[in-house]
């Protein structure tokens, strides 16, 4: 299957209007069972050239998007991430904490005449983040999704090679939380880490050595929007893909930039605003 290469179609619509701080934003870390979910929001220049490259992160190996984080970070006029702690993922649910880490990401860039999202419409958003549109497959068809989608990746692969570390056994440092049977045979053999999301049924299953197939969508308590979410994510693709977690707000920049600072256990975790 042809790989779809982002446009900057959509963008160069809301420049015409006036538009001249233009958000695309997007989200990882929807379906794995461990670690916060990470949300990234990148501003292009009006007028930009395409990074060449730059596509949905989920086609890209690790290496490439590497590569092409610095390059984003270096043209884009403004660039946040945000998260959503394992805490508050128990608390509100995947679909809320999704949308909280997105508006975290998208007060961090200063200002915003207009957001786009990847996904389908979310309720009320408008009355926390302005005026935005959501644009299915967002990560494959608008560039600044596609940017974002590559910043977030990043982050998180550098913060689980690091939680791999504290927590060696689980594999996270080639699994990086997704449902793996070593990953869910460590489970089973030394329980669970401050960093698994213990409201996920799927974790439950695997603690009471339930030999079903590891379904996160067959999970009878969730909504149909988190089953959306869930299955854009459960693809092969992504099995590099990394978790963000314990790091506040104001190290994620540092990480970004291969700082070396340490993470910050759960229960110091601060309050995100």
Known sequence: MAVIVPTLRHERRLWNDGHTRVAGVDEVGVAPTCGAVVAAAVIMKPGCHRIPGVRDSKTLSMAQRERLAPLIRKRAVAVGVGAASVREIDQLN???ATHLAMRRAIAR??????????????VGFEAHVGPYSSVVDGDAKVYSIACASVVAKVVRDRMMTRLAARYPGYGWEHNQGYATLDHRMAIRAMGLTPFHRRSFLALQRTLAGDQLDFDLLGDPGASSEIHDILEREAVPVMADDAMLDSADLAALDLILDGDEAGLIEPADQPAFA
Do not use: A, K, S, T
């Open 109 to 122: 860039l200063g200002g915003h005449d207009h957001v786009m999202v990847d996904g389908n419409r979310i």
């Open 94 to 96: 995947i679909y809320h």
